[in-house]
């Protein structure tokens, strides 16, 4: 049971990445499937998820409008398409799925580098 994620690299300012998070054991049945990031001496934070219930989706203020996430049906991966890159999406991007209290599963994180 885990989650494998793909896709990450380097690439220059306004371009874009495509990352993918695969489920392998499991559905993502999850109330929100996530993306999350990690700068260099930052916290982690959330960049967007897909609600299961309704298939809204969300986004922090700082991507909105260029990031794009997508829940496959059937539930087994969910991608996380990143248009018009800059220096500051510069992360280690995590996929997570919270199914239950005590099964909240995440990839293994995702280098993601934007050159300026």
């Known amino acids: 049971v885990q989650l494998v994620e793909s896709g990450g690299g380097l690439v220059q300012a306004g371009g874009s990445l495509r990352l993918s998070c695969a489920a392998s054991?499991?559905?993502?049945?999850?109330?929100?499937v996530a993306w999350f990031r990690q700068a260099p001496g930052k916290e982690r934070e959330g960049v967007s998820c897909?609600?299961?219930?309704?298939?809204?989706?969300y986004y922090a203020d700082s991507v909105k409008g260029r990031f794009v996430i997508s829940v496959t049906s059937p539930k087994d991966a969910v991608y996380l398409q990143m248009n018009d890159l800059t220096p500051e999406d510069t992360a280690v991007y995590y996929c997570n799925a919270q199914i239950t209290v005590h099964e909240n599963y995440w990839g293994q994180g995702a280098q993601v580098t934007v050159a300026s």
């Open positions: 054991g499991f559905s993502l049945d999850a109330d929100c």
């Open positions: 897909e609600r299961n219930t309704d298939g809204n989706t």
